[in-house]
Structure formats: C-alpha cells, structure tokens
C-alpha cells in the first residue's frame, strides 16, 4: 500500500521529445521491466502543444480536471470527461483549446509490452541526441544514420532502450474511447458509497469509475488499481485525505477510506497481468532506481 499527497510531490518539466509547454507531477509509479509497469501523474498541458496522430504499445487513461483537449476524428475531451486511449490505436493529432489539467495514467496493457518510466525516457531522449533530432513531435535521424528516418519520438526512445524493433499491438479497439461522465447515474453500491462505472476494458479488465462517499462514509478498497482523491477530506490509511491524495493498492492488499464530509474519487483499476513475460531489455541503461526518480 502506498497513500501520496500530490502537495508534497515536485512538479517537473516532461515531455520534451514532443515539445511545447508540459508539467507534471508524477504520484505513483510500477516496477520498472516488468509487464504491469506503470506511472500515474498530474499534468499540466500549454496550448502550444502538438501530438501528431501516433499510437503507443501502453494503455492510457486521461480524465480532463480542467480545460479541452482536441483530437480531431476522435473528439474533444473536456472537463469531466475520461478517455480510454488502448494499445496499439491511433489517436490524435493533438491539440489544446485551452491549458489542460489532467489525471493521467499510463500502463502496460494486456498485450504485455510494459511501460517506460520518465527517467528511463529522458535517458533514451538524451542518448538519441547524438543520432537525430526530437522537432514536431517525431525523431528524425542525422542523414547517413541507419534507420527510419522519422520515428515516433516514444517509439524511438523504446527501440534504443530494448535493443529490437518495437512490434506494436494489434488494435482491439478502432478508435479511443471518450466518456462522458456527466451524464452517468450514480448507483449505490455500499452505505454512504455510490459509484458511476465509466468502462472495464479487455480480457485483462482494466476500469475506470467514480466514486462518492458521503460524511461518515467507510470504504473497504481491495484490487490492484489507484484511488484519487477529486475533493473532500477524510482519512485513508492513517493518512489525511486532501485534494489529489492517491493511494496504490498492490494485489491482496487494501486499505480502509473513512471520509469526514462528501469525497469523491477517481478509481483506475489495472488490468490483471498475472503469466506474462518480463518486459526488461537486453540494453537496459536505467536502473530501478533511478527509473522511478
């Protein structure tokens, strides 16, 4: 079990290999080459930033706090609103309306490719340097540097960091999924404790939900997966509840959530991975520890 106050974390510069403005500040992090690897974040997105219509070999999670994001064929994502971008899907272009705010979690999806943390993708960037150049969202190598010429910037980081040519997923959805969460009901599902279920997502059962616990209320959290604290306040784990409070359960664990006025959270359960393949490569250059930094 891990609680974290989103207060006490250092808000960063990210990534830079797309460029434009972006901050985050990054909450919780998985175990580095291993297939459920995993990082969630608070990030803060400029409206000069551009994503050029990519796909990754990672699930991701965004449910938009503030401000709109555009990704033209597949629709704007606001306030309120979550999506669901899976492995292997194009998405995008990408564009922001306005500067966004958002909780974000990105995570080894059922294909079992796992995830690079930030540090191990600033290393790569870094690395990479010597060979190309990271402009308009996409690597472009030096002329007489062998390989594709322009590569997705993550794609890239990945390939240098494994050693091999990145095989992504096969798509098990055409299209990202945007869900709009006002316009679900909430259904009781405990005492004080109601919850919109906004989807559960693959073989493997990833999901997402909202949850509402009323003054008083008590929540028994089991299941590997993220609670966030949206507002309220209350105590979880021995620990107070504050605005972004985030507590990671490992699987067989749990935690108690005790709540002193109305708290809502954003719940991110990650999909059961259990049989499949450490996801290390052979040319690794971060190590653990300094993956999660």
């Not at 966004?100 to 690395?127: D, N």
């Not at 980081?157 to 040519?165: A, L, P």
């Not at 095989?167 to 909430?186: C, I, Q, S």
């Not at 604290?229 to 105590?235: H, N, S, V």
Request: hydrophobic share 35%; glycine share 14%.
């Amino acid at each position: 079990m891990k609680v974290v106050q989103a207060g006490e974390v250092e808000r960063r510069r990210g990534l830079e290999h797309r460029g434009g403005t972006f901050f985050s500040r990054t909450l919780v992090c998985g175990e580095p080459g291993t297939p459920g690897n995993f990082k969630l974040s608070l990030s803060e997105n400029g409206t000069d930033h551009y994503g050029p219509r990519h796909r990754h070999n990672f699930d991701q999670y965004r449910y938009m706090v503030s401000g709109v994001a555009d990704f033209e064929r597949d629709g704007k994502l606001g306030p309120g609103m979550l999506g669901y971008f899976p492995e292997g899907v194009f998405y995008g272009p990408q564009t922001n309306l306005e500067q966004t705010f958002v909780i974000v979690l990105q995570f080894g999806g059922a294909s079992g490719s796992g995830y690079l943390l930030p540090a191990q993708v600033k290393r790569g960037m870094e690395e990479l340097k010597a060979f190309g150049r990271f402009e308009e969202g996409l690597f472009v190598r030096n002329p007489g540097v062998p390989g594709r010429k322009r590569t997705d910037p993550y794609q890239a980081i990945w390939e240098h960091f494994h050693g091999r040519e990145m095989t992504y997923p096969k798509a098990r959805y055409e299209a990202p999924t945007l869900v709009n969460a006002g316009n679900f009901e909430w259904v009781e599902t405990g005492e004080g404790v109601d919850e919109k279920l906004l989807g559960v997502f693959t073989e493997r059962r990833t999901e997402a939900s909202l949850l509402q616990l009323a003054p008083g209320a008590r929540l028994e959290a089991r299941g590997r997966g993220l609670w966030i604290a949206l507002d309220g306040a209350g105590r979880v784990g021995g620990d107070p509840i504050r605005q972004y409070t985030s507590l990671f359960l490992d699987k067989g664990e749990s935690a108690t959530i005790e709540t002193t006025v109305t708290t809502q959270f954003l719940h991110y359960g990650l999909p059961d991975l259990a049989g499949l393949a450490d996801t290390r490569g052979r040319s690794a250059t971060v190590g653990d520890r300094e993956a999660r930094e």
